[in-house]
């Protein structure tokens, strides 16, 4: 069975970066997508951001210019680095895998950011 699992969250201070990785049990290159998704308390699950099988990126609005996805290909793992984080940006941090039609979610990782 698939598995993804989500490290790196924490509570940050408004400002601060912090890095997530999402480590994949099978090759990333099966996968035709891998993305960050993101859920706040009351809100929908929304994209954070995405990275195609052959490296193309994307990006929702609010990411542009502050986050950067990245894969470590040997390592099957998809990283999202996030910078300049403000208090709009605490939520659960999911990763999010599809392939074959199905999706595989991980069990996600809380991001806090408050002073």
């Known amino acids: 069975q698939v598995q993804l699992v989500e490290s790196g969250g924490g509570l940050v201070q408004p400002g601060g970066s912090l890095r997530l990785s999402c480590a994949v049990s099978?090759?990333?290159?099966?996968?035709?997508?891998i993305a960050w998704y993101r859920q706040a308390p009351g809100k929908q699950r929304e994209l954070v951001a995405s990275?195609?099988?052959?490296?193309?990126?994307n990006y929702a609005d609010s990411s542009i210019g502050r986050f950067t996805i990245s894969r470590d290909i040997p390592r099957d793992t998809v990283s999202l680095q996030m910078d300049s984080l403000n208090a709009d940006d605490t939520a659960v941090y999911y990763c999010?895998?599809?392939?074959?039609?199905?999706?595989?979610w991980g069990q996600g990782t809380q991001v806090t950011v408050s002073s």
């Open positions: 999010k895998g599809e392939r074959g039609g199905n999706a595989y």
């Open positions: 099978e090759s990333i290159f099966t996968f035709y997508v």
């Open positions: 990275v195609y099988q052959g490296g193309n990126t």
